[in-house]
């Protein structure tokens, strides 16, 4: 199976709250698990990515938990800000030389401020 | 800024129109990805190049004609369209194709297809 599926597909937090954005896919075979960040009229760049052999990786406010059993991983935004209101795609990748990115199907974050 | 161009960034057709949507990056990179966005759905890897060369061709309907004329340059010939191509089109780089290669994207060309 080469899909990644995200939830929810849409969320609005209060400023200072904890939005969370899980992934889940099946592909035992992928590797490499990047967040990219949209904001409207903009392309996605890369926001954190994280491999299967860490459980948690932390960036500045954002932190990916990856659970390699339950075959999820999910982005958590601590203190989120009006500013962090944008779309969210979760992505997977197999240790291959294709450049084949899988993207999930986004998640848009409204942080009210 | 990221460093990869789109142009123009929004274009209206009709379904007998032929236009081309160009791409150029400044940053070395030797990948370049064409993919489509849609309202609602995941990003949909198109074609990627590597030093010039296609490499991924996703079933793209050949309404849809890359073209890669050097790593800096990457281009989408577009004819015959069908109002279900009207799409955000993105166009991205990457040092590499391996896996866990960063992509940047560019903001995209907006497609109506009327």
């Known amino acids: 199976q080469q899909q990644v599926k995200q939830s929810p597909q849409s969320l609005i937090v209060q400023k200072g709250g904890i939005p969370i954005i899980n992934c889940a896919y099946e592909n035992t075979a992928f590797d490499y698990f990047p967040w990219y960040q949209q904001f409207p009229g903009k392309g996605p760049a890369l926001l954190i990515a994280?491999?299967?052999?860490?459980s948690e990786k932390k960036e500045g406010r954002f932190t990916i938990s990856f659970n390699k059993s339950a075959k999820q991983f999910s982005l958590h935004i601590m203190d989120s800000q009006p500013g962090d209101s944008a779309t969210y795609f979760c992505?997977?990748?197999?240790?291959?030389?294709?450049?084949?990115?899988?993207f999930g199907q986004g998640t848009t974050l409204q942080v009210k401020p | 800024e990221t460093g990869v161009t789109q142009t123009p960034r929004h274009l209206v057709m009709g379904m007998t129109n032929k236009k081309s949507l160009k791409c150029e990056q400044h940053l070395g990179h030797n990948a370049m990805y064409w993919y489509k966005q849609s309202a609602k759905k995941p990003l949909e890897l198109m074609f990627v190049?590597?030093?010039?060369?296609?490499?991924e061709n996703n079933s793209v309907p050949s309404r849809f004609s890359p073209e890669c004329p050097n790593s800096s340059h990457l281009f989408l010939h577009l004819h015959t369209l069908q109002p279900e191509d009207s799409a955000l089109y993105l166009c991205?780089?990457?040092?590499?194709?391996?896996?866990?290669?960063?992509?940047?994207f560019g903001s995209g060309t907006q497609l109506s297809v009327l």
């Open positions: 994280i491999r299967p052999d860490v």
């Open positions: 992505a997977a990748s197999m240790p291959s030389n294709t450049g084949k990115l899988i």
């Open positions: 991205a780089s990457s040092q590499g194709t391996r896996s866990g290669e960063k992509l940047f």
């Open positions: 190049y590597n030093f010039k060369e296609q490499t």
